[in-house]
Structure formats: structure tokens, C-alpha cells
């Protein structure tokens, strides 16, 4: 008995062994090296673009293609599942009717697992509702933003774009102070016999919180310089972009070296919310020294000292020395923070400048005292100033020159960076209009009106090419435009001008061969530059210009090559650039430093 039941059981053991390994032989060898198993390729017919994307993601035997192939029980187990898995990826894009099917191929070489994909009809938007619940519902805010953005009826169901306009209401409530703000209900229906969807949505933004008192702690400005940073009232709306004003505000003061600036919900009272300001002094003095090079100056030197608040009211003193082979020039300014002192201020400022150069001379003395406004992207300055100048030209004696001079300056700017670099100008464009006179009345040796408009355009192309191009146009009118000094005459020539020609050497002549300057200026310019490495621009060029008596008087074209260098201080250019009009002119190097626009 026992001996047949010993039997038995090897017997039994010997046949559930033989299933065991059976199978085996359908797989790869368990002792064949890696080279000689198969590998697996995994195909998916019937999707592309992101909705192929995000099928390979999801599908989890996606991750053995063309790998060597594990065992047929796991690709037979991974296959099967992968119907499901890309049934479910299919669904955030609005399939869900989606047909798959499914194959395996063995080769000796190589193993094939295939899906063919009939995604079907993408669901849409059958119904739509959006409600608001409490002060929500009367802010205009969340209406333009559930126009702008909400999905409409016949819109497919993506649940990215679905997503999306959730986490837009939950931005919002977030930045315009609803602190307690949830969704009381979110959902999205399918009916899967019509393809439809009902979307709802009830949004409860509960009461919304206002500012209370700001508190600034560590300053070294009084209390009433500070006050006038916040621009928003106490008791008003609260909203993160008026705290994202102040804060930049600070920060661009000078002032301060850290600006913290942190809303205390947990302090809230009758819904007023305190803001905490915690800043960090900035050192009071900084020095500065500069040795440079530019094609225009020369070799230079600048050497500045700014203190960075005189007294508790803000005002500011900024002085700079800046020497050159060209000219040398000692500025200083006193400056005051305007109502606003992060938009608006006020400077009482001295200029002292000596220049010498192709027989051009020059020694100005300058007072003036202005009034500067920032509105967003626009920019004004008013000044009055009074301005002694001694000039020649040439061998011609010496003459003085007393002008005081109103003047407005208007600026409009707006840019977008490339991604990647905030140094280069990805679009943007930049117009400038300055209007200045003087009478003989108020101290001036003749009459005089003079406008000069300016303007820059930069355009990228595509991912490598941009294009910019440069204008700029001035006239003037004059009594005695003999009587006027170097600095309110017009020339042209030079780096940032008319390039090919030298530092302001575009202009009428006088008897000696000297530019004197004109009545009228223009300088143009058309540029096309190429990204060939990261950081790295070639360009090519024409520049137009010329500064003229009268209007009827030719202009000089130039044409040239450069390379760009995208710095983390801005751009470097090296251009050389020779004059069409006058082919015996040897080809000018031109280096400058500076921003796009």
C-alpha cells in the first residue's frame, strides 16, 4: 500500500514537471546567451501625433521594444493588458469608444507584438454649466476668464483643456484674495450611447479677503517714503499682482538688497488680511570702475560712487566720471522720489565735458533739473536746462554759446525675450520722440526748435533667424544756425549710427574739410542675424544715412558683415562694415555692447 502510494505520487510529480517545463520550449532558452534570443518589436497602427505619444507611454510593454525578448508568459500577459492601457490612453483626448486588437508573430530572430487601433468617434460637449457661488459671482474677473476659457457645447472632451480651466479658477481665486474658495461639485458625464458629455461645474468662492494694515520691518527709509510704495488701499480687494508691484517697486529702489513680502492669512480679521514687508538694507555707498573699449570712444575709464539714500526721505546722489580718447565727462545728479516713488522722480543734475576730436572741440557745462514718469510700457521725461558750450571747428576761433532749453521725451517699449536667454530680444520694438527750443528770450544766443524721432524693430523669423531693423530722423530749425554749439546740431556716423563711416564724421564741411553738422539727420538700418551655436550670431547689413543742410542732399550706404556674442551682460558685436558710395574707403571695425532695443 504504501509502496503504490510512493509510485503514485512520483508519478505524479514526474507529469506535473513535464507541464512545467513544456512550455519552456516556446520561450527563448534560459541558457542561450542574450545575443542569441530574439528581441521584441512592439507596433501600434491606427494613431499619431500626441495621441501615438501617449500611447506608447501608457502601454507597458512598450518599455521591452526592442529589447530582448523575457519569457512568452510575460509578453503574452503584457499584450492582453495592453488592450485596456490603451483604452485608457486614448481617454483624456475624448475617445472612449476606442477598438483595439492584437497580435503576436514569432520569428527566430525577432518577436512582433501589433495593435491595430480604431480610436472611434471623440466625445463633445453636450451640456455646459459653470456656476458661481458666493461674492465670486459678482466679479467680473471670473466672467471674462469662464468667456475666455471654459469649454463650450461641441467642444471635444480633452481633460488636459478641462484641467486646465479648474486650475485657472483656482489661480484666480487665488491671486484676487477668495482664500477659501473649493469646488463644491466637478464632474464630467459621458453618455456613452450618444458620444456626448455633460460637463458641470460649480465653483464656491466664498467671501473674498481685503488688505488690512502693511507692516515693514527693518527699513532704513522713513515710514512715510515707505507708505507711498503701496499703491493699493486699505480695505480694498486684495490681489498678489498689487503685492507683486510692491515688491518690484522695492526692489528696483536700490534700497534694499532682499524684499520679502508675505500675506497673513492666519492674522486675518473681518476678513482684512495683514501684509507683512521684511527688508534687508542695501550697503548705503557702492563704487564702480570700468575699463572698456569702443570703436566710437576709444579706450575708456568710468569710475562712479552712488549713495544709495542721503536721509530718511529716499533722496539719492549718483555721480560718474567717464574718461576717453574722445571725450571726458564728470557727471552728478541729486535725485527725489516722485508721489510714486517707484514710477516717478525728480533730479537736480550738473554736467562737466571736454571733447576733442578729427578737429572737432568742444567744452560743455550743463545744469538741468528733471521730471520723469513710468505708465507701464511708456515712458516721459520733462527738463529744463541751461547749457554753456565753447566750440571750433578746425582752425576757427573759439566761440561761447548760452542756451537754456525745455525739452519732453517720450518712450513706448515692449519686448519678449528668447526662451532660454533674457539677454537676446526674441520680438519687440522700441519708438522714441524727443522735442527740445529755445528763445532768445529766455536766455538763448538764437531761436531754435529741434525734433528727433528714433525707432527699432526686432522680429525672429524662426528658431534661428530674426531680423532688425533701426530708423531714426531729426530736423531742426534755427535762426543763426551758425550760432549753435556741437550739441544741438545733428551728425551721423558711427557704432550705433551709420556704420563704415566714424564717430559722427556724416555731415557738411566746412571750408577746412570739417564736419560742422546739419540742419536735418536720418540713420537706417536693415540687419538679418543666424543662431549657428548656442549664444553665438552671425549677421549681415546695410546702413543708410546722413546728416544734411537740406533734405535734397544724397545719403550714404554702407554694407557689412558681424558676429554676436549673447553675453550674460547682453550682447557683444563685431561688425565691419565698408561705404558703397565711396569704394576707395578701407573697411571700418566697429565693437559695441548693448541691448537689442
Known sequence: MIFRAVVCLWLSLLALSSVLIAPASLAAPQDATSE???????IIEGLEDQLLTNAKAHLAIYALHQQTVPSVFRVRYLMRQGEQELKTALMPYGYY????????????????????VNAGPISTYQTVTVTLLGEADQDTAFTRLIDDLA???????????????????????????????FFSRSEVAIDSASFGADLTIEFNAGPRYLFGDTLFCCATIGAELLDRFVQYQQGSGFNTRDLLDLQVGLAASDYFNTVEISPLWSEASDKQVPIEV?????????YQIGPGYGTDTGARLTLGFDRRWLNDRGHKLSSVVRLSEVQNTGYISYIIPGRNPARDSYSFNAEVSDRSFEQQRSTLTKASVRDIRHYDRWHRTYELSYQREDFAFGDEPRQRSNFFIPSIEWSLIESTTLEGSRNIIDDGY????????????????????SLKVSGKWVHRLNDKWRILARAEVGALEADNFDLLPPTLRFFSGGDHSVRGYGFQQLGPLNEEGVVVGGRFMTANSLELDYAFQPNWRVAIFTDLGNSMRDWQESLKQTVGIGVRWVSPIGPVRLDIANAIDEPDTPWRIHFTLGPDL
Open 278 to 286: 521684511t527688508l534687508t538694507p542695501n550697503k548705503r555707498d557702492r
Open 151 to 181: 469649454p463650450t457645447i461641441g467642444d471635444p472632451v480633452i481633460h488636459r483643456d478641462y484641467e486646465a480651466f479648474k486650475s485657472r479658477l483656482r489661480n484666480l481665486a487665488a491671486e484676487r484674495g477668495y482664500y477659501d474658495a
Open 430 to 449: 522700441r519708438i522714441s520722440v524727443l522735442l527740445r527750443g529755445a528763445h532768445e528770450s529766455l536766455v538763448a544766443d538764437t531761436n531754435v526748435i
Open 97 to 116: 469608444q476606442t477598438q483595439v486588437s492584437y497580435e503576436l508573430l514569432q520569428e527566430d530572430q525577432q518577436w512582433t507584438v501589433r495593435y491595430q
Open 36 to 42: 542569441e534570443r530574439p528581441q521584441l518589436q512592439v
